[in-house]
Nanobody
Framework: QVQLVESGGGLVQPGGSLRLSCAAS????????MGWYRQAPGKQRELVAG?????????NYADSMKGRFTISRDNAKNTAYLQMNSLKPEDTGVYYC???????????WGQGTQVTVSS
């Protein structure tokens, strides 16, 4: 069992930056592939970025986030991060952290953190 707690959301102006954190507890963090998902009002939850287990040598991003967002992990701190730059109003939504166990047999979600991009 893994418990995930997101933080770092808030209100930011267009063009600004935020860094989200996802603190994990309850299991060996490094064995989980981590992902950030976003759910905008009235829309389905979508993948923002993912990072492989272990050292996190493999990352992937949704096309609209490439070049603006960076996912990373610090296994010593049991934490995954999402650095978001050049934010746009359409980036507004609730951002969720996800941990997937080996072979994808287990999946855990955090409670989400609100990001609002508005002037």
């Amino acid at each position: 069992q893994v418990q995930l707690v997101e933080s770092g959301g808030g209100l930011v102006q267009p063009g600004g930056s935020l860094r989200l954190s996802c603190a994990a507890s309850g299991s060996i963090f490094s064995i989980y592939a981590m992902g950030w998902y976003r759910q905008a009002p009235g829309k389905q939850r979508e993948l923002v970025a993912g990072i492989s287990s272990g050292s996190g040598g493999i990352t992937n991003y949704a096309d609209s986030m490439k070049g603006r967002f960076t996912i990373s992990r610090d296994n010593a701190k049991n934490t995954a991060y999402l650095q978001m730059n050049s934010l746009k109003p359409e980036d507004t939504g609730v951002y969720y952290c996800n941990a997937k166990g080996p072979l994808g047999l287990t999946s855990y979600w955090g409670q989400g953190t609100q990001v609002t991009v508005s002037s």
